[in-house]
């Protein structure tokens, strides 16, 4: 039976998801390129560098290492100010009930995020007392997809990724936990995740127990 859930953070627990997407348009916006929330999907789940190359991909000139590095940096800027004003109150309706119910399961719970700005986000949420361990993005030699934060996650826990179920909305996300070889919980579009195991639409479906034999 499963020892610990793995979490994704933007999208799953909190709804910054939108607060990413608002960022890259305002960078998007200032280079005078196109971007949506149809390509935003694309960005979901996927690195910080990852995610401005797909932004970058039809701009009419080439950008330099430099400027990219530069335009990242922006981005983060942008993504850090909205962040630094988060409250509790920004956590989606049932995450903190799901994470309580994991502690009460006797589950052990870890952040799966790809995300840099995790640790500072998980504190302003108040939610890292019911989190066992938060993997770091940063460390993660390849993002998503690829397995790496999800393997690193299972591992902070001590539990085989085998013995983890793990929650994503994005593609890139169930991918990678699916890779690790954990049972996935895709949250959203059943069509955007179709490699999951199984679909809830939001956290708030959560039951961790309906799980467990
Ligand atoms: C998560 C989000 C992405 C974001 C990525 C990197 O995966 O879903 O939208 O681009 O983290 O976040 P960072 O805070 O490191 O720029
Ligand atoms: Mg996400």
Redesign the pocket.
């Known amino acids: 039976t499963y020892k610990a859930v793995l979490f994704?953070?933007?999208?799953?627990l909190a709804d910054s998801?939108r607060e990413h997407y608002a960022a890259w348009k305002r960078l998007a916006d200032e280079l005078g390129l196109a971007f949506d929330e149809q390509k935003n999907e694309r960005l979901?789940?996927v690195s910080r560098m990852a995610s401005l190359d797909i932004l970058l991909e039809d701009a009419p000139r080439p950008y330099s290492d430099a400027e990219k590095h530069a335009l990242a940096t922006r981005k983060n800027g942008y993504y850090q100010a909205i962040i630094q004003k988060v409250t509790p109150d920004a956590l989606l309706p049932g995450a903190r009930q799901a994470l309580e119910a994991c502690k009460a399961l006797g589950l052990k719970t870890a952040l799966a995020?790809?995300s840099r700005n995790a640790p500072l986000l998980i504190d302003r949420l108040g939610i890292g007392p019911l989190m066992d361990f938060i993997a770091d993005a940063g460390a993660a030699k390849q993002s998503k997809p690829a397995p790496d934060i999800f393997l690193m996650a299972a591992k902070g826990v001590a539990v085989p990724p085998e013995r983890c179920l793990a929650l994503?909305?994005?593609a890139a996300?169930v991918l990678s936990a699916k890779a690790a070889g954990c049972y996935v919980v895709g949250v959203g579009d059943a069509d955007i995740l179709a490699a999951a195991n199984a679909i809830i639409p939001d956290i708030a479906a959560f039951d961790p127990k309906s799980y467990l034999d």
């Open positions: 994704d953070l933007d999208g799953v998801a979901k789940g995020s790809a994503d909305d994005a996300g």
